[in-house]
T-cell receptor
Framework: NAGVTQTPKFQVLKTGQSMTLQCAQD?????MYWYRQDPGMGLRLIYY???????DKGEVPNGYNVSRLNKREFSLRLESAAPSQTSVYFC?????????????FGDGTRLSIL | SQQGEEDPQALSIQEGENATMNCSYK?????LQWYRQNSGRGLVHLIL?????REKHSGRLRVTLDTSKKSSSLLITASRAADTASYFC????????????FGTGTRLKVLA
């Protein structure tokens, strides 16, 4: 049981390049999330998808787009990468009863933008 | 802005001692969760406490919640070197939009 799988694990980009971070979960969870983690700032929510077919902005959505491809997959796209987007990106999914949701995280994608 | 703020930012203790870390938040919540993050890994859920609960236990973990002070504490008893990690609190949002807001974390180092 893999849980939440993120690809790639590491990536180096040049300013202006684009790329898509992939995330897949095998727990049949409805909700999925993308966070970025910067030193001393904890996790900040970029986008989330409460259920298949819906996406909503989080705290720091600028410069990013997302696609909830199906119930399993939620991708994050950087259209024109900037050095300020150098960070560790985590995908998570959540399941539970009612509105009490516990989150399951992937191991992250470490992204450097030069 | 961050909903949760952990205190202290870093904590270093000897193996066998207890570790206490605190979380303060700003708005009303339905529940609060604690997560652990080992170096280079994703976060792992530890424990959840609902707003109508005051204390909860799970193994060597004890969580308290004081909604009047908008604060929570996580106590790890008889700490082990394997407890070395960062610990985060996460609160749901008042509007209940299926999202959580994480604090800045406490880095715990347990010395053998």
């Amino acid at each position: 049981n893999a849980g939440v799988t993120q690809t790639p694990k590491f990536q180096v980009l040049k300013t202006g390049q684009s790329m898509t971070l992939q995330c897949a979960q095998d727990m049949n969870h409805n909700s999925m999330y993308w966070y970025r983690q910067d030193p001393g700032m904890g996790l900040r929510l970029i986008y989330y998808s409460a259920s298949e077919g819906t996406t909503d902005k989080g705290e720091v959505p600028n410069g990013y787009n997302v696609s909830r491809l199906n119930k399993r997959e939620f991708s994050l796209r950087l259209e024109s990468a900037a050095p300020s987007q150098t960070s560790v990106y985590f995908c998570a999914s959540s399941g539970g009863t009612g509105r009490v949701l516990t989150q399951h995280f992937g191991d992250g994608t470490r992204l450097s933008i030069l | 802005s961050q909903q949760g703020e952990e205190d202290p930012q870093a904590l270093s203790i000897q193996e066998g001692e207890n570790a206490t870390m605190n979380c303060s938040y700003k708005t009303s919540i339905n529940n609060l969760q604690w997560y652990r993050q080992n170096s280079g890994r994703g976060l792992v859920h530890l424990i959840l406490i609902r707003s109508n609960e005051r204390e909860k236990h799970s193994g060597r973990l004890r969580v308290t919640l004081d909604t009047s002070k908008k604060s929570s504490s996580l106590l790890i008893t008889a700490s082990r070197a394997a407890d070395t990690a960062s610990y985060f609190c996460a609160t749901d949002t008042p509007s209940g939009t299926y999202k959580y807001i994480f604090g800045t974390g406490t880095r715990l180092k347990v010395l053998a």
